[in-house]
């Protein structure tokens, strides 16, 4: 029980020292990042338009109904159009 009495402070201590180091760290401003800042402006990386469907998916074509599965739905029975649908 003893050991806890020395512990518990001790780790209180250690846990406010970081917390401090981590408010000095904000007020020092060692997070900006001005020059990554300048970068992300002229990359077309970062841009925030939405991309065109050719740009989506380049492999992919759309289907050409809106209806997903229309083409099996001529299938006769169930197991006909699970094959096809393999």
């Known amino acids: 029980m003893t050991v806890l009495a020395l512990l518990i402070p001790v780790?209180?201590?250690l846990g406010l020292l970081g917390l401090a180091a981590f408010f000095w760290?904000?007020?020092?401003?060692q997070y900006d990042?001005?020059?990554g800042?300048?970068?992300?402006?002229?990359?077309?990386r970062y841009d925030d338009a939405?991309?065109?469907?050719?740009?989506?998916?380049?492999g992919r074509q759309p289907p050409e109904s809106g209806?997903?599965?229309?083409?099996d739905a001529?299938?006769?029975?169930?197991s006909e159009r699970f094959r096809r649908a393999r």
Do not use: N
């Open 37 to 44: 800042q300048a970068h992300r402006i002229l990359s077309d």
């Open 74 to 78: 001529d299938a006769d029975t169930p």
């Open 50 to 58: 939405p991309m065109s469907d050719s740009a989506q998916a380049p």
């Open 11 to 13: 780790s209180l201590g």
């Open 33 to 35: 990042d001005p020059e």
């Open 67 to 71: 209806v997903a599965g229309e083409a």
């Open 25 to 29: 760290s904000l007020r020092a401003d």
